[in-house]
Antibody, heavy 122, light 108 residues
Framework: EVQLVESGGGLVQPGGSLRLSCAASGFTFSSYWMSWVRQAPGKGLEWVANIKQDGSEKYYVDSVKGRFTISRDNAKNSLYLQMNSLRAEDTAVYYC???????????????WGQGTMVTVSS | SYELTQPPSVSVSPGQTARITCSGDALPKKYAYWYQQKSGQAPVLVIYEDSKRPSGIPERFSGSSSGTMATLTISGAQVEDEADYYCYSTDSSGNHVVFGGGTKLTVL
């Protein structure tokens, strides 16, 4: 079964750090771009970051640039998100998602984890 | 920055056709995708590349795109289709992802 399982969420104070993990199974992890997407309570989806199969390319939404770092370990079939200098507005459910490319060259997130909650509050 | 605009809410009676729109300047050149998110659950892809349906998605879900607007159509909407629906696309570089603000579909 194709599966993504996030972990590492929790309560952290403003200015603090947290590292999220996503364990992949059921597919060849090293063959896919991977992403983090978040959703603040009661709000819509917001893409956070993408990483290429070999980790050589990474892209971020402007609001997290310089604070968050996406990385992966293909030997461990794992995706990570290191979050530093956290702010109240980073409070959200964080999903990891697989990026599926189609023959046209376009792509979409076809597999999602169940999400992990991050709460930034004093 | 690139934006996709959706109506906040759409309401239909069971059996009626629901249409949810998504507008964006890059849509003439970029595909639109649609996600369904039920309360407390992760999103599920229901339409990709404007009009294609992933396996397991009911035939009542269809998509289309013309000019700067993409449309998700649910023909004969059912109560279980009540959810938030998000359109998705990428900017011109393909490296930055954008979601629409979401549309809450009520079927009652």
């Amino acid at each position: 079964e194709v599966q993504l399982v996030e972990s590492g969420g929790g309560l952290v104070q403003p200015g603090g750090s947290l590292r999220l993990s996503c364990a992949a199974s059921g597919f060849t992890f090293s063959s896919y771009w991977m992403s983090w997407v978040r959703q603040a309570p009661g709000k819509g989806l917001e893409w956070v970051a993408n990483i290429k199969q070999d980790g050589s390319e990474k892209y971020y939404v402007d609001s997290v640039k310089g604070r968050f770092t996406i990385s992966r370990d293909n030997a461990k079939n794992s995706l990570y998100l290191q979050m530093n200098s956290l702010r109240a507005e980073d409070t959200a459910v964080y999903y990891c998602a697989r990026r599926q490319f189609y023959s046209s060259g376009s792509d979409a997130f076809d597999i999602w984890g169940q999400g992990t909650m991050v709460t930034v509050s004093s | 920055s690139y934006e996709l605009t959706q109506p906040p809410s759409v309401s239909v009676s069971p059996g009626q056709t629901a249409r949810i729109t998504c507008s964006g300047d890059a849509l003439p050149k970029k595909y639109a995708y649609w996600y369904q998110q039920k309360s407390g659950q992760a999103p599920v892809l229901v339409i990709y590349e404007d009009s294609k349906r992933p396996s397991g998605i009911p035939e009542r879900f269809s998509g289309s795109s013309s000019g700067t607007m993409a449309t998700l159509t649910i023909s004969g909407a059912q109560v279980e289709d009540e959810a938030d629906y998000y359109c998705y696309s990428t900017d011109s570089s393909g490296n930055h992802v954008v979601f629409g603000g979401g549309t809450k579909l009520t079927v009652l």
